[in-house]
Structures are given as structure tokens and as C-alpha cells.
């Protein structure tokens, strides 16, 4: 009998030792886990700040050339609908969202007097100037290695090649362009020739430009994506408005950069 009394002992003492154990085991994997949360957090708070830092150098980009920064974030706007009507996943879409108003990031490193010469460019000169999107490409690169960073590198690499070919910087042809390349190129030349008549604010304005868009279809643009582009114009439209009601000041063009406007 004493000899069984011992062994329920032991068992006992070797229940009370395991739950123990156990119940250390549980604190550590919480404790790591609060760890790795904390991380987790202070990693997009930087990689949030290294956006807006990005972002802000954009603008500045933007401003040499003689505009004011919110057709950055219009063109992250008509980007997201495109690639939303084009079935991509909602990360994707809020990626390029975020990711297109750096496309143009590299011209920083163009000089003021090529930016505002009004004569045709030299070939040395217009191969400095093409050079913004391989500079663009190495600025984003070098930065945190994101989604969001490696989207814009694409972008800024890719929204200038052609979906006949004869772009650059590699001259890239159809689907062999990224997608998000072929998406900003179409979003970008919208925004740049269409605003120049008052869209949205006087839609029938833009007409040449659709039309224009249209005739590039399979040469300069992806075709299924202006399709999708001349089907969803309206939604583009109440956007853009969106956007232009909200955009009062830096701090408002860089938050509306950022996923958030209802898209249907």
C-alpha cells in the first residue's frame, strides 16, 4: 500500500510539473506573440511614413513640372478602377492605388532647365529625359522591400512601354508589360490630356481625348483595358470629383493617395 501511495505521488508531482510547464509554454507563445505584434506595428508605421516621404518627393516632382500634385492622386483613383473592373484582388487594387502616384518619382533627377525647354529636345537630351523611369525604378528599389515599393518600382520602369512595342526603357510589347505598367500608362495619359479641357467638371470637353485613346487601343494601350476605361468613364468621373472636393492641402493629398473612396 505505501509503495502505491508513493507512486500516486510521484504521478501527482509529475501532473503538477507538466500543467506547469504548460502553463510556461502558454506565457511564452503569448509573450512572443505580443512581440511579434509589436513589430508587426512598428513596421507599418514606418513603412506608412516611408510612404508619405515617398509620396511627398512625388509631389515635389509633380510641382517642377509646373502642376500642383492632384492629378497623382487621380490617377491612383482611375487605377484602382481599372484594375477593379479588370477583376484583380482588392490587396491588388488598393496596392495600385497607392503604388501609381509614384510612377513619375524619377523626374526629380531631370534638371529644371530640360523640365521647361520649349524647344524640340536633342537625342542626348530626350535620352536623359526618358531616363526618369529607370532612375524611378532604382529609387523605389532601394527603399523598404513592400508591395507597395516593388509595385511602384514596376510602374515606374514599365509606363512608358507600348503595348504594340517601340517603348521604353526596353521597349516591352502586349501582356509581356506588367499589368500595373499598362494600367498607369492608359490612367496617366487621361489624366494629363483630358484635365487640360476641364474634365470632369465639362466631360463632353474630353471627347478628342477618348477618341484619341481609342485610336491608340492595341498600339499605345492595352485594348481590353480601354475598353473597360470608355465602359466605367463615369465612375472615373465621380472619383475625380471626389477627389478634387477633398484635396485642400498636402496633408490631404497624400491621406486621399491612400485606399478609401467607394468604387462600385
Not at 483630358?194 to 494601350?221: C, E, M, Y
Not at 472615373?236 to 493629398?253: C, N
Request: charge should be negative; glycine fraction near 8%.
Amino acid at each position: 500500500m505505501e509503495e502505491i501511495l508513493k507512486l500516486g505521488d510521484i504521478v501527482d508531482e509529475s501532473a503538477f510539473e507538466l500543467k506547469a510547464a504548460n502553463l510556461q509554454l502558454f506565457r511564452v507563445v503569448e509573450d512572443l506573440r505580443t512581440v511579434v505584434n509589436q513589430r508587426n506595428e512598428a513596421k507599418e508605421m514606418t513603412a506608412g511614413s516611408h510612404f508619405d516621404a515617398m509620396y511627398l518627393l512625388a509631389l515635389g516632382a509633380d510641382f517642377r513640372e509646373g502642376r500642383n500634385g492632384l492629378r497623382l492622386v487621380r490617377i491612383g483613383a482611375t487605377a484602382e478602377i481599372l484594375a477593379r473592373t479588370a477583376g484583380m484582388s482588392d490587396d491588388y487594387c488598393a496596392r495600385i492605388r497607392q503604388a501609381a502616384p509614384l510612377y513619375d518619382i524619377g523626374m526629380v533627377a531631370i534638371p529644371d532647365a530640360l523640365l521647361r525647354k520649349k524647344e524640340d529636345l536633342s537625342d542626348d537630351e530626350w535620352a536623359l529625359w526618358r531616363s526618369h523611369t529607370e532612375i524611378g525604378a532604382r529609387i523605389m528599389s532601394s527603399t523598404f522591400d513592400t508591395p507597395i515599393t516593388k509595385m511602384a518600382a514596376e510602374i515606374a520602369h514599365s509606363h512608358h512601354e507600348n503595348f504594340g512595342g517601340k517603348g521604353y526603357p526596353t521597349g516591352l510589347a502586349g501582356k509581356d508589360i506588367p499589368l500595373s505598367g499598362r494600367i498607369v500608362a492608359l490612367a496617366e495619359y487621361f489624366e494629363t490630356h483630358a484635365n487640360a479641357f476641364g474634365w470632369p467638371q465639362t466631360t463632353t470637353a474630353a471627347g478628342k481625348v477618348l477618341a484619341s485613346i481609342h485610336d491608340l487601343s492595341g498600339r499605345r494601350f492595352d485594348p481590353e483595358l480601354v475598353d473597360l476605361f470608355l465602359s466605367n468613364l463615369s465612375v472615373i468621373a465621380e472619383a475625380h470629383a471626389e477627389i478634387d472636393r477633398k484635396a485642400s492641402s498636402f496633408h490631404a493629398l497624400v491621406a486621399n493617395s491612400r485606399p478609401g473612396l467607394p468604387i462600385t
